[in-house]
């Protein structure tokens, strides 16, 4: 009777034992639950800063774009500025020659 007791209350035990950590167990899921809406939250708005990242790199890219046309054009002025200076440097060389020609 004795050793009966003694393995009742040994089942017990072991009954208590294994609520105890079924409850252990409810937690860490409810725990991981948590987490996984957590992570879900960050992904969602890591996909917003890498579509925000996107928009930005496109528009980065137009900018330079713009900018490489502007110095092209800004090259080309330059050229036409030079060439024009050139000219006008050609003929005040010339009116110079005339002038003295025509104080002889």
């Given at each position: ?23 252990e167990n409810e937690y ?77």
């Amino acid at each position: 009777m004795e050793e009966m007791q003694y393995y009742m209350e040994e089942m017990q035990y072991y009954m208590r034992e294994i609520e105890y950590y079924m409850r252990e167990n409810e937690y860490y899921m409810e725990e991981n639950e948590y987490y996984m809406r957590e992570n879900e939250y960050y992904m969602r708005e890591n996909e917003y800063w890498v579509k925000e990242n996107e928009y930005w790199m496109r528009e980065n890219e137009y900018w330079v774009k713009e900018i490489e046309y502007w110095m092209r054009e800004n090259e080309y002025w330059v050229k036409e500025i030079e060439y024009w200076m050139k000219e006008i440097e050609y003929y005040m060389e010339e009116i110079e020659y005339y002038m003295r020609e025509n104080e002889y």
